[in-house]
T-cell receptor, first 113, second 111 residues
Framework: EAGVAQSPRYKIIEKRQSVAFWCNPISGHATLYWYQQILGQGPKLLIQFQNNGVVDDSQLPKDRFSAERLKGVDSTLKIQPAKLEDSAVYLC???????????FGEGSRLTVL | DQQVKQNSPSLSVQEGRISILNCDYTNSMFDYFLWYKKYPAEGPTFLISISSIKDKNEDGRFTVFLNKSAKHLSLHIVPSQPGDSAVYFCAASAGNDKLIFGTGTRLQVFP
């Protein structure tokens, strides 16, 4: 069974530039999550989708971050404009059930200079 | 407000001995707890979980203990192996609410 796919694995940009990350969840998983993991901290939920609807985006900085899951399958997370403090690993995860086990992708490491 | 706390950033254990990783939480509504393991440059992978109706769950070398009155859970690895060297995250949720992760404990198992 294919796991959660994410791209790109690494991205380096300058502050005020934009960046987009892509995620393809495990087939059949209706729930998709984007987490931000800053060095030395645990993953923090940015947004949770159930199919193509948003369940929780309370911790998403909406002035600069946006995410979509138009067809209820893959998803894109965008940051525009990026700030230095956005340097982190962005983890995508999916689950079959809303409260079920999360399966994580390898993450996309963002460095903002 | 850190609802899930892992106060030990690192732990070093000799191969064959027991590793004990600790986690404390503050939210009494949490009813489901999980441990995830993370190798460098990989995403976290699920290790073991426990529901609040239990106080112990075992899976091979891994056992999780839950003490609800103390709001404390621990992960025991017996015997520890070099391949267990990784960062371990404790996570908790309340009902269908989002998972809250701790800051992680880096375990190093040496020969």
């Amino acid at each position: 069974e294919a796991g959660v796919a994410q791209s790109p694995r690494y991205k380096i940009i300058e502050k005020r530039q934009s960046v987009a990350f892509w995620c393809n969840p495990i087939s059949g998983h209706a729930t998709l999550y984007w987490y931000q993991q800053i060095l030395g901290q645990g993953p923090k939920l940015l947004i949770q989708f159930q199919n193509n609807g948003v369940v929780d985006d309370s911790q998403l900085p909406k002035d600069r971050f946006s995410a979509e899951r138009l067809k209820g399958v893959d998803s894109t997370l965008k940051i525009q404009p990026a700030k230095l403090e956005d340097s982190a690993v962005y983890l995508c995860a999916s689950s079959f059930l809303v409260s079920g086990e999360l399966f994580f992708g390898e993450g996309s490491r963002l460095t903002v200079l | 407000d850190q609802q899930v706390k892992q106060n030990s950033p690192s732990l070093s254990v000799q191969e064959g001995r027991i590793s004990i990783l600790n986690c404390d939480y503050t939210n009494s509504m949490f009813d489901y707890f999980l441990w995830y393991k993370k190798y460098p440059a990989e995403g976290p992978t699920f290790l073991i979980s426990i529901s609040s109706i239990k106080d112990k769950n075992e899976d091979g070398r891994f056992t999780v203990f839950l003490n609800k009155s103390a709001k404390h859970l621990s992960l025991h690895i017996v015997p520890s192996q070099p391949g267990d060297s990784a960062v371990y995250f404790c996570a908790a949720s309340a009902g269908n609410d989002k998972l809250i992760f701790g800051t992680g404990t880096r375990l190093q198992v040496f020969p």
